[in-house]
């Protein structure tokens, strides 16, 4: 019996090649496994042995040889075939053992160039796993370390289910499948070209393939799926330079993530790094209840839980700076599912462990974070595949559209605003004043409600608030825009386009509130 052993991950390879070779396997290999296997006392042989014929091409030619591919592929139940291999003095090849050096850690290196890229592409690795996997009944094909127990005790029992065979063959084409997916995604441009400052991806070189692949690794099974009849498991993305984000954070405390925590924490962290001041956001349900800035983070909660103290409650926080003690304190009587943070002091942290149900997150960094150039949805049968909107309020294209135009705070709250209600379900509105907000309306069918919601919230801090929509009016009197006139605020920002827009600015003229037409619109359905 052969078996050609060539590995990246080199977990157990001692093991698993020394009891190969009890089980009377001849065992060839390449470069570093065959350096780790023969340290391990076990007999192994250069593949050039198995070919006769040396490596060339500064390794770029190794095992694509006859005497590999056809020992891969040859039928066992076809007698043509296994003349044909005596014929040619060709050896079959009962097992391969192959996984592939990560390609996204090659293009992840900032100082990486094309020719190291090219490099790094294996091609006699894939090629080999597709073969055995393609011949599955003759062939067992290994990727995964944790296969290798089962491998062998199917081997000393002699009994190998042919649905064994096929679930390995499966892992095997999904392997190179990922890999092939990173090359792509490197040879479309996608972590050649890094996005710009402003996080938006460059249209010319990223453009949507006629085909496209997602790679994505699982981190682990979820207790269950939204709901507790469905079952449920997180993946990351393996794409080169996809970036970090709550997939990526360390647990410090707590319970395991359930799907909704993963997705009320992602919604929450996302949100929070795109405030240039240190930040609290709490998240309900997928959508924030509260968001304010301010120097002290512990003034940032307490402003951002004011914003709507009853919500809050089972809720996610996600801070943009480390949590304080005073921050800690400020919780106290309130109950939260997860924190997220990218720091905690000492102090702060071991008051937190005491709750025993919250789940303490610490993310590795928020540069980059909420920067991904693409965010998919799925559809029955399909997927809907967007840039994501990186355009941060500071590089919005603000046109004034009233006689007023806004004063310097107010510009400061109507752009803290605009980041804001870019987070909130659609119809979304937020009124915010010194950039925290007051109310948020969100998830409604018509623009009007989520006003008066709002409204609700805020009370009498509508006053001299500020208002982002996040699209536009499509009515103004006795409606969206006048009631939140009436209610005192100062300043409007909302896309335009309605065919309204003229009663919009006559109604914000009226009370002598500026509006601010946005250069781009924020649905978040």
Not at 276 to 291: D, F, L, M, N, Q
Not at 340 to 359: F, G, S
Request: hydrophobic share 40%.
């Amino acid at each position: 019996m052969i078996a050609i052993v060539a590995v990246y991950d080199k977990t157990g390879i001692d093991e698993f090649a020394g009891s190969l070779a009890k089980l009377g396997f001849e065992i060839y290999s390449t470069g570093g496994t065959q350096k780790a296997i023969a340290d391990a006392g076990v007999p192994v042989q250069p593949i050039s042995d198995l070919t006769g014929f040396p490596e060339m091409l500064d390794g770029r030619v190794k095992t694509l040889h006859p005497k590999v591919h056809g020992g891969i592929l040859a039928r066992r139940d076809n007698a043509d075939h296994m003349e044909q291999l005596r014929e040619a003095e060709i050896a079959p090849i009962d097992l391969v053992c192959v996984n592939l050096y990560p390609f996204r850690e090659t293009v992840a290196k900032p100082d990486v160039t094309e020719d190291d890229a090219l490099e790094n592409i294996d091609i006699g690795g894939p090629t080999m796993l597709r073969a055995a996997a393609k011949n599955y009944p003759s062939v067992l094909v290994l990727v995964d370390p944790s296969d290798y127990v089962e491998v062998l005790d199917s081997l000393r029992n002699e009994k190998i289910p042919l649905e064994f065979r096929r679930r390995l063959a499966q892992k095997a084409f999904q392997h190179v499948a990922s890999y092939d997916t990173a090359i792509a995604g490197f040879l479309r441009g996608a972590a050649a070209h890094p996005t710009s400052a402003s996080g938006r991806a460059d249209r010319d070189v990223d453009e949507f393939p006629d085909e496209l692949t997602v790679a994505l690794e699982k981190v682990q099974d979820l207790r269950y799926g939204e709901n507790p009849h469905l079952r449920g498991a997180i993946y990351r993305d393996s794409r080169p330079g996809a970036p970090q984000g709550i997939i990526d954070s360390e647990r410090l405390h707590g319970l395991d993530m359930s799907y909704l925590n993963y997705f009320d924490a992602d919604a929450a962290w996302r949100a929070v790094v795109e405030f240039e001041r240190p930040t609290i956001v709490i998240v309900k349900h997928a959508t924030p209840c509260g968001i304010a800035s301010d120097d002290d983070i512990a003034k940032a909660y307490e402003r951002a839980f004011d914003s709507d103290p009853v919500s809050p409650f089972g809720g996610i926080i996600a801070a943009s700076q480390t949590v304080t003690w005073e921050m800690t304190a400020a919780m106290k009587g309130m109950r939260y599912d997860v924190i997220v943070a990218p720091d905690y002091e000492d102090r702060a942290l071991e008051r937190l462990k005491k709750r025993r149900d919250l789940r303490i997150l610490k993310m590795p960094s928020s540069e980059g974070s909420g920067h991904a150039q693409w965010e998919y949805r799925s559809v029955l049968g399909g997927l809907l595949v967007q840039e994501s909107d990186n355009l941060l309020a500071g590089d919005l294209e603000l046109r004034v559209a009233t006689k007023r135009a806004p004063t310097a705070n107010e510009l400061r709250d109507l752009r803290f605003a605009w980041t804001a209600v870019k987070y909130v379900k659609s119809n979304a509105i937020v009124f915010a004043k010194d950039e925290a907000t007051v109310g948020i309306g969100a998830g409604q069918q018509n623009r009007r409600k989520p006003v008066e919601l709002a409204l609700e919230l805020a009370g009498d801090e509508a006053k001299g608030a500020v208002v982002a929509s996040d699209a536009f009016f499509p009515f103004a009197k006795d409606d969206a825009v006048e009631i939140a006139c009436r209610a005192g605020v100062t300043a409007i920002i909302a896309p335009s386009g309605s065919v309204r827009d003229d009663e919009t600015v006559e109604v914000c003229d009226e009370y002598g509130v500026a509006l601010v037409f946005a250069g781009a619109r924020a649905f978040r359905h």
